[in-house]
Structures are given as structure tokens and as C-alpha cells.
């Protein structure tokens, strides 16, 4: 029987940030959130998470997991932490896993084969642990007669201890009965002044208690966040990672130095992304694409296979087969835009749809529009779908078959219907019928220009 608990109350003083430690994003996810993704595979009765710093914004995120939430008010360190979640595992006599919330590399794989590990070796406390070449920062393990006797922060530790390669990862398991009479021994005389989990090792070796460690296979995964440096190894590692798993998969990444693509992206083969592309999360992406350079694309997003997107920029959108984006298009959220379309260079689209063989080719706005297939849309289209007056925002219907002449501006809610055209340079109020031209500019005159010769 496990249950595991997240410790995710401490501040993060070392980012200097108003968003809490835990809540700092990678690739548009929540550290707390890797950490928990994390822990999906593991075969738990509950995950309970300890909140504190901003608790409330903390526990808002939560709201979409299922997770026990306990709040630890004042943050007096690791095992002050597991002290305020102590009540909650009272009668169970089963193993707790207790699990740094700031750990984001830390893979299901890894806590899985650690826990089977802790339970084959009868363990009463198993520890996760790393060699590191630099383990400056990190709990060292100090071992007597090669068994673990305790763990010393690095603050605390003398300078023969610092030279100790093996730290400690921050991931416990803890038979629960025998090792929770120890956490009401812990005290807080130490450089931070705090009760440390790392502590209970100690305690742990003097009762007589069974301790064993797990060894990370890829020291990497140890990184735990506490600056901003660390944040930025993380993205680095978690891109890494992501980027070698596409090639693996079939996708050609031109400069993996310059691309960024979140790790749950789905992108199929003999695409090809080139340079300057950053990729948010949930897109997915079919074959035989062309990516960037300069792609900027943030999910929710779906692209079909044979498109392009070149130098622009999509957010929550889709997109579908055989469809050539930019130079230079923005298109925002909500957009729906179909098969074989082309929005070209300059073209804004805002929660529009584009049907089938639609084409926007240079310097639009299309915003609330719902144009269907096979329209032309000439250079310099605008929807003028806001009004100033009342702040409102009207729809605008193009029919299939019909075109807008280059710089046409229809003011919203209006209709062009089947085949109809509008003639360009109009400023169109009214709707335009089925096969008909709305034309609504004045008239070019012809005049002599004043003191020029017959
Ligand atoms: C901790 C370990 C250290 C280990 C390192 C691995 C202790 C005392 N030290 O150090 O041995 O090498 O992690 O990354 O545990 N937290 C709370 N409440 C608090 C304090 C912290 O919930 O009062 C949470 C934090 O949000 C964080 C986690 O506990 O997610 C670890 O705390 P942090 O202060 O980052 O510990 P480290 O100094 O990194
Ligand atoms: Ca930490």
C-alpha cells in the first residue's frame, strides 16, 4: 500500500519572484505539475500535497487533479512539512513516498522501480540518491562502514563532508508507522534553523531501522529548482529530451540549438522544423510539414499534414492539411482554418473560419468571420467587427465562391453571400446578395488640373 505526499509549501525565496516556487513553468506547465505527472504511474491510494507560499493559487491549480490538499501555514522546513500532513496517514500501515515539489526531471519509471526497489529490499526507509561531479547545494549522504548514518545539508556540512559526491535527491520512501514517531524528534538547530526531513535518517539509523538507497542511472533527473538557473536547465534538459525523441520518431530538426518544442508534442514523420521555432504545449502536428524558421506556436494547436508555417506566429487554433501560413501571419485563438488554405504575409485571423481552398494573401484582418470555402479574399480586406460606441463585437459572413476586392472593408454584422463580390476599395454596411457586386466608393471623376495645357 503507498500513498505519496508532495511537499510543495516552501516560498522559493532563491528565484526572487511573486509567483511562487512551485507554480514557475516549463514549457506553459507548472513545475508542481511535471512533479505530479511524475507520480501518475505509480499504483498509490492517495497523493496528498502540502501547500503553503500562496497557498490559495496553489490549491486553485490542484483543482483539476486529485489530489488531498493540507496546508502547512508557516514554512519551518522539509519535516515541519511532513509533520503538518502527519495526521492524515494516523492509521495507515502502509509506505508514504514523500516527494519534493521543486523536482521537475524526476521520471514515473524512476519512482516506480525506487518503490519496488524499497519493498524487495523489506526496507524501512529507502532513500533516492545521485552522484553529482558538482553537489554544491544538495544534502550529502554520509555513510559509515558504507551504511547510510544520515544525511547532511550542504550548509551544515564541514568541509571534509562537502567533498561527498552522493546527495541526497529528495525522494523518501517511509514505512510509516515506524519512521512517523521520529518526525516529533526532530529539531531545528542548524544553519537554516528549520526542521529537517533529511533529519529523520539520523533518527532513523539509531533505532536500528533498515535504510537503503536508490541510485538515480541519470543524474540529471536530480536537478531540483531553486533559482532561476535551474529553471532554465530544466527547460534546456526537458527540450533535450523532447527534441531527440521527434528525431527518433521521424521528424527532422535542422538546429536542435535553436528549437524549442514542449515534450508533449505530437509531430509526425518527415516534418521538418527549421531554426527559431518555439513550440508550446498540446500541439500536434501531421506529416510532410514545413516548420519556420521562426515559428512561434502556442497550444492548443493542430495542424494537418503537408502545411507550412513559416515565420508566424498561432495560438490555439486549428489548422488543416495542405494549408501554407505565413510569411509573417498571426493567427489567434480560436481560429478554425480548413483544408488548402493560404494566409499569407501580414494576415491577421481572429476566431475565424476559413473553409476549404480559401485564400488570404496579404494584409488582411479577419477577426469574428465565418468565411467559408473557396473564397478570395483580396489584399487589404478588413472586418471591422468592433464597434467603438457600444463595445460590441459582429460577425461577418463570406459565402463560398465569393471575393472581396483589395482593400474592402466590411462592417460588421454583415453577410456576402454565394459568389457574391465585393469591389475593391468599397466600405461595405450592407449585405451583398448571391451573385451580385457590392460596390460603395465614390466615384473616380476626371478633372483638369489647374494650369495644365490640353
Ligand atoms: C532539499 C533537501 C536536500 C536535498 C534537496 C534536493 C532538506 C532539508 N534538504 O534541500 O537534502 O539535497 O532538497 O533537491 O529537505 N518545502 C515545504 N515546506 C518548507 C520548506 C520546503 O513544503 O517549509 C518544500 C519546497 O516547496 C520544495 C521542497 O520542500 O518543493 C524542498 O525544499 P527546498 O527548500 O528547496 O530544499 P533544498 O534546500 O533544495
Ligand atoms: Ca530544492
Same mark, same amino acid.
Do not use: W
Given at each position: 500500500m503507498l500513498k505519496t505526499l508532495v511537499l510543495a509549501? *516552501?516560498? $522559493? &525565496?532563491?528565484? @526572487? /519572484? =511573486? &509567483?511562487t516556487k512551485v507554480l514557475h513553468k516549463v514549457f506553459d506547465k507548472p513545475i508542481l505539475s511535471w512533479v505530479l505527472d511524475g507520480l501518475a504511474d505509480l499504483d498509490q491510494e492517495e497523493i496528498v500535497v502540502v501547500c503553503g507560499h500562496h497557498s490559495e493559487e496553489v490549491k486553485d491549480f490542484l483543482h483539476a487533479y486529485p489530489v488531498t490538499t493540507v496546508d502547512?501555514?508557516?514554512?519551518? *522546513?522539509t519535516g515541519h512539512a511532513v509533520m503538518c500532513a502527519a495526521h492524515l496517514f494516523e492509521e495507515f500501515e502502509g509506505t508514504v513516498m514523500v516527494v519534493n515539489g521543486d523536482s521537475p526531471l524526476i521520471r514515473s519509471e524512476t519512482l516506480s522501480e525506487m518503490y519496488s526497489y524499497h519493498k524487495q529490499a523489506e526496507s524501512n526507509m529507502t532513500l533516492l540518491t545521485s552522484f553529482l561531479? @558538482?553537489? $554544491?547545494g544538495y544534502g550529502r549522504i554520509v555513510r559509515r562502514n558504507n551504511s547510510i548514518i544520515g544525511i547532511k545539508e550542504h550548509k551544515d556540512c564541514s568541509e571534509a563532508e562537502k567533498t561527498i559526491r552522493e546527495v541526497n535527491v529528495g525522494v523518501y520512501c517511509f514505512e510509516w508507522q515506524l519512521l512517523k514517531e521520529g518526525l516529533s524528534k526532530l529539531k531545528s538547530n542548524n544553519a537554516q534553523e528549520e526542521f529537517y526531513l533529511t533529519d529523520l535518517v539520523e533518527w532513523a539509523y539509531c533505532q536500528g531501522l533498515n535504510i537503503n538507497n536508490y541510485i538515480l =542511472?541519470?543524474?540529471?533527473?536530480?536537478l531540483g529548482v531553486n533559482n532561476r538557473k535551474d529553471l532554465a536547465l530544466v527547460y534546456k534538459l526537458k527540450n533535450k529530451h523532447s527534441l531527440e525523441q521527434l528525431m527518433d520518431n521521424g521528424v527532422t530538426i535542422i538546429d536542435p540549438d535553436s528549437t524549442w518544442i514542449s515534450p508533449d508534442a505530437d509531430i509526425g514523420p518527415d516534418t521538418v522544423i527549421y531554426p527559431g521555432t518555439f513550440i508550446q504545449r498540446r500541439v500536434s502536428i501531421g506529416s510532410n510539414c514545413v516548420i519556420g524558421p521562426n515559428a512561434v506556436i502556442h497550444g492548443p494547436v493542430e495542424i494537418g499534414s503537408n502545411s507550412s508555417v513559416v515565420q508566424s506566429h498561432i495560438s490555439r487554433s486549428s489548422i488543416g492539411d495542405h494549408c501554407n501560413i505565413g510569411p509573417y501571419a498571426h493567427i489567434r485563438d480560436g481560429s478554425d482554418i480548413r483544408t488548402g488554405v493560404r494566409v499569407g504575409c501580414y494576415v491577421e485571423v481572429k476566431n475565424s473560419n476559413l473553409g476549404d481552398g480559401t485564400a488570404a494573401a496579404h494584409l488582411s484582418y479577419l477577426g469574428d468571420a465565418d468565411i467559408k470555402s473557396n473564397v478570395n479574399v483580396g489584399? *487589404? &480586406?478588413? &472586418?471591422? =467587427? +468592433? =464597434? /467603438? +460606441?457600444?463595445g460590441e463585437k459582429s460577425e461577418t459572413v463570406i459565402c463560398s465562391g465569393a471575393s472581396t476586392g483589395a482593400n474592402s472593408v466590411l462592417i460588421a454584422p454583415i453577410t456576402v453571400n454565394e459568389s457574391a463580390s465585393v469591389a475593391a476599395g468599397s466600405v461595405v454596411t450592407k449585405d451583398v446578395p448571391e451573385n451580385m457586386l457590392g460596390i460603395a466608393r465614390p466615384r473616380q471623376e476626371i478633372k483638369r488640373l489647374p494650369g495644365a495645357k490640353v
Open positions: 509549501a *516552501g516560498r $522559493g &525565496t532563491r528565484l @526572487k /519572484s =511573486n &509567483t502547512q501555514e508557516i514554512q519551518m *522546513g561531479d @558538482k553537489p $554544491g =542511472n541519470d543524474p540529471r533527473e536530480a489584399a *487589404g &480586406t478588413i &472586418t471591422a =467587427n +468592433f =464597434n /467603438s +460606441f457600444t
